[in-house]
T-cell receptor
Framework: GAGVSQSPRYKVAKRGQDVALRCDPI?????LFWYQQALGQGPEFLTY????????KSGLPSDRFFAERPEGSVSTLKIQRTQQEDSAVYLC????????????FGDGTRLSIL | AQSVTQLDSHVSVSEGTPVLLRCNYS??????LFWYVQHPNKGLQLLLK??????LVKGINGFEAEFKKSETSFHLTKPSAHMSDAAEYFC???????????FGTGTRLLVSP
């Protein structure tokens, strides 16, 4: 399809396990964002890439969170030693070049930590 | 820092009646403002955006919003609600620099027959 694709759609992990969440942006979109949406809340910014460069990671909640986009396309958000408070929906968005372009969102990955 | 406040956590309307979802923003410069909709277990869909062109912005599915600088508001309206409009609506402002999005807390729209 032509939209942002995220996988898996649902992920259940035991506390302490590592998880990896994948985002395939829209082809040709230079900018990529990750957001975290806790239950009943609005999404909150985690990190931003322009091509392969991670230009802002100020929203990552701890050093257990790590994101990469090695070839400037697909991105992976990794969470190490998961905790219950990591349970949330993780949304990926991509955007064309240009600051006034809208962000297009994937359907998200719902992460549940038991 | 930029921020938005959504004044209602829930709004209930009857099908066929008007919809009003309220949003106030705080910004030190002329902001870019958006409304996104989120249906259950789905991602966010852009309804409309304001980027300092016309103050009345028309979006998809019959929604529109008016930017009022004097009131620092960006309320979302629709003349006649449909059942399919029931969803969570987010008012959003883009931050400076690379323009990450800053979301409000959301308004859940309930539409009854």
């Amino acid at each position: 399809g032509a939209g942002v694709s995220q996988s898996p759609r649902y992920k259940v992990a035991k506390r302490g396990q590592d998880v990896a969440l994948r985002c395939d942006p829209i082809s040709g979109h230079v900018s990529l964002f990750w957001y975290q949406q806790a239950l009943g809340q609005g999404p909150e910014f985690l990190t931003y890439f322009q091509n392969e460069a991670q230009l802002d990671k100020s929203g990552l909640p701890s050093d257990r969170f790590f994101a990469e986009r090695p070839e400037g396309s697909v991105s992976t958000l990794k969470i190490q030693r998961t905790q219950q408070e990591d349970s949330a929906v993780y949304l990926c968005a991509s955007r064309r070049q240009g600051s006034n372009q809208p962000q297009h969102f994937g359907d998200g990955t719902r992460l549940s930590i038991l | 820092a930029q921020s938005v406040t959504q004044l209602d956590s829930h709004v209930s309307v009857s099908e066929g009646t008007p919809v009003l979802l309220r949003c106030n923003y705080s910004s030190s410069y002329s902001p870019s403002l958006f409304w996104y909709v989120q249906h259950p277990n789905k991602g966010l869909q852009l309804l409309l955006k304001y980027t300092s062109a016309a103050t009345l912005v028309k979006g998809i599915n019959g929604f529109e919003a008016e930017f009022k600088k004097s009131e620092t508001s960006f309320h979302l309206t629709k003349p006649s609600a449909h059942m399919s409009d029931a969803a969570e609506y987010f008012c959003v402002v883009s931050d400076t620099g690379f323009q990450k999005l800053v979301f409000g807390t959301g308004t859940r729209l309930l539409v009854s027959p």
